[in-house]
């Protein structure tokens, strides 16, 4: 990875109630001349029919804007969004959504150079606000490919409060995940001549800081959702200023992409995976994992690998396909040979733990 000088950072992060019934209030209070340039929004049918109201909304807000939905995550589709808007002269587009929305819309912006406007609909992981898009491509599996991060984020506290508590727990997984990133980032450098940026590295730990030591339990609480939001952006940032995902995500999360490409049938969630891949990445790194168990366990985070229909065999495969699923990436799994006792140890005990 080229040492890397510039970067971007939004120019606005809004976490307010009911935020999307003046969208355009709040984004005219940073960029004055928006109100009046051509807008697309883009989200997902299931989406439009769910928040009708508040879509409805923000296209009224911007003269009209189209609504438009999405049907995949795809390459084509991002792309396919991006000659709308280079041949019709729009110039700002707004994402409504999860991950799928939210990574296409940003990936057209990218590729269109227009104002992409991020408005999750749920906190399930830091891919918001980050520098990469992954997209599904045609015969293969999904990609990452680096991109712009969003002008402006806006967080609707009231539509995350209704979003499946789940998807709030993987974003806590997802933002304490970092704990074993940055050791792993920090061996990294350590073995070859990249250098870890510091100010990235404290905005990941501060991140990871702000949840992890948060007093607020209430996961639909606004003071909650307020911290998990800026922690997700924090997260962001921290990849767009170190110019690589490393601040967050280590071998933890390439477990997770191990399950992922390995294991598509295993049903759980980005932030739930990377959260079950940094129990055993703390231990291989000589951490104790207690203060990492009892969190997840006061926040009701199943990180059971049972649970989900991993048995051993598959535990101890994943973390043996870890190790190659992203060539040239070092981190503890680099430092560490396979150890199959080791691993059913650890197996059993997450399964007593939960
Ligand atoms: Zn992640």
């Known amino acids: ?7 971007n950072l939004p120019i606005c992060l809004a976490v307010e109630d009911d935020a999307l019934f003046h969208t355009d209030e709040i984004v005219k209070c940073y960029i004055p001349d928006i109100i009046g340039q051509k807008t697309i929004v883009v ?5 439009i029919d ?18 438009i939905s999405i049907s995949n995550a795809s390459f ?26 939210l990574d296409t819309a940003k990936y057209a912006a990218h590729i269109s150079k227009a104002v992409y406007i991020c408005i999750p609909t749920s906190l399930s992981n830091d891919s918001l606000a980050s520098p990469f898009s992954v997209l599904e491509t045609e015969g293969k599996a999904r990609k990452t490919i680096p991109c712009k991060i969003p002008t402006a984020i806006i967080v609707d506290t009231n539509m995350i409060a209704s979003a499946p508590v789940g998807q709030t727990l993987s974003g806590i997984g997802d933002t304490i995940a970092k704990h074993t990133a940055l050791y792993d980032w920090k061996l990294s450098a350590s073995k070859t001549s990249s250098k870890v940026d510091d100010f990235a590295y404290a905005l990941s730990r501060m991140s990871y800081d702000s ?5 607020e339990k209430d996961l639909k609480s606004r003071v909650f959702i307020r911290i998990l939001s800026r922690a997700l952006v924090m997260g962001g940032l921290a990849m767009e200023i170190a110019g690589s995902s490393r601040p967050c995500s280590g071998s933890e999360h390439l477990f997770a ?59 101890e495969d994943m973390w043996l396909k870890a190790r190659e699923v992203r060539k040239g990436r070092i981190t503890i799994l680099s430092e560490l040979k396979n150890d199959r ?14």
């Open 50 to 67: 769910l928040y009708n109201e508040k879509i409805s909304e923000i296209s009224r807000d911007f003269g009209n804007a189209e609504i």
């Open 76 to 101: 084509d589709e991002a792309v396919a969004i991006a000659k709308k808007i280079c041949i019709e002269d729009i110039k700002v587009i707004i994402g409504v959504g999860g991950g799928r929305v």
């Open 257 to 315: 992409h191990a399950i992922e490409e390995y294991y598509p049938q295993i049903k759980i969630s980005h932030g739930i995976a990377v959260a079950m891949g940094s129990i055993p990445a703390c231990i291989f790194q000589g951490q104790s994992p207690d203060g990492l168990i009892n969190f997840f366990r006061h926040y009701g985070l199943d990180f059971n690998p049972a649970d989900y229909g991993i048995d051993k065999d598959m535990f």
């Open 1 to 7: 990875m080229n040492q890397h000088t510039r970067f």
């Open 43 to 47: 989200s997902e049918q299931f989406l």
């Open 211 to 215: 949840v992890y030591h948060c007093d």
């Open 341 to 354: 006792t080791q691993l059913d140890e650890i197996y059993d005990m997450m399964n007593r733990m939960v």
